[in-house]
C-alpha cells in the first residue's frame, strides 16, 4: 500500500507469486519441519488466548455490535436533525440516510472486511478439504468429509479474519499499523504453535485476509 492507502497493484501481483510459490513449498515439504519447530513452544498460554480472543465468531459478533451501535446513534441523529428542521419523512427515507451515512464509517469497513475474510476462507476450506497437522502427525486419518473440521485446515481461518480486521484498522488509523501487524503476525504464528495448522495454512490465510 501506499501512504494514502491505494493498492500498488503490481506488487500485489508479485505479492500473489511469492504467497503461490511459499505455499506450495510447504505442501510439498517444508510444513512438516516447520510445524515441528513450532510445536516446541506449543506449550505457552499466550497462544490459546490468542486463538480464543481472535477468531471469527468473535470478530463477526463484536464487529457486529460496532456497527449496530453505531448505525442505531446514527439513526438517532437523523430523526433529531429531521425535527429541528421539521420536515416530514417517512421511514424508508430515514432508513436511506441512516445507511447513506453509515456505509461510509469506519466501523462498516471493519465489518465487511470481516466478513468478506470469513465468507473466503470458508469457501476456500471446504475446496481445499486439507487435513490437519494435528491429525497428520499422530497418523489418525478420520473419515474424509470436507464440511468438517478436521478438514479445514487451509487456510487458517483465525489468520486470515485477523489480518482482515486488524490490517484494515492499520489503514483507518496509520499510527497503530505496526502494533496491528505484530498482532496479527502472532495469531498466525500461534496457529502453528497449538498444532492446529500448518505454517502454508497461515501464509494463505494472511495473504487473503490482507487482500
Same mark, same amino acid.
Given at each position: 500500500l501506499m501512504s494514502d492507502n491505494k493498492i500498488m497493484w503490481r506488487r500485489l501481483g508479485y505479492g500473489t507469486l511469492v504467497t503461490g510459490a511459499l505455499v506450495l513449498m510447504g505442501v510439498c515439504g517444508l510444513d512438516i519441519p516447520v510445524y515441528t519447530l513450532c510445536s516446541y513452544i506449543g506449550g505457552w498460554p499466550i497462544w490459546a488466548f490468542l486463538g480464543n480472543v481472535f477468531n471469527a465468531k468473535v470478530w463477526l459478533v463484536v464487529t457486529t455490535i460496532v456497527l449496530l451501535v453505531y448505525g442505531i446513534k446514527?439513526?438517532?441523529?437523523?430523526?433529531?436533525?429531521?425535527?429541528?428542521?421539521?420536515i416530514d419523512l417517512s421511514f424508508s427515507d430515514i432508513a436511506k440516510e441512516t445507511w447513506n451515512k453509515t456505509k461510509n464509517s469506519n466501523a462498516f469497513l471493519i465489518f465487511s472486511s470481516v466478513f468478506c475474510a470469513?465468507?473466503?476462507?470458508?469457501a476456500l476450506k471446504i475446496m481445499f478439504a486439507r487435513l490437519r497437522p494435528v491429525f497428520v502427525m499422530s497418523g489418525l486419518t478420520p473419515e474424509f468429509n470436507r464440511f468438517i473440521w478436521e478438514w479445514h485446515s487451509m487456510?487458517? %481461518?483465525?489468520?486470515?479474519?485477523?489480518?482482515? %480486521?486488524?490490517?484494515?484498522? %492499520?489503514?483507518?488509523?496509520p499510527k497503530f499499523k505496526p502494533l496491528t501487524w505484530t498482532l496479527a503476525c502472532l495469531v498466525g504464528f500461534s496457529r502453528i504453535c497449538i498444532g492446529a495448522h500448518w505454517p502454508s495454512d497461515v501464509i494463505l490465510g494472511a495473504f487473503v485476509g490482507m487482500v
Open positions: 446514527r439513526m438517532l441523529k437523523t430523526i433529531e436533525s429531521i425535527k429541528n428542521r421539521q470469513c465468507a473466503s476462507v470458508w487456510p487458517s %481461518g483465525h489468520t486470515t479474519v485477523t489480518f482482515a %480486521g486488524l490490517v484494515m484498522i %492499520g489503514m483507518l488509523a
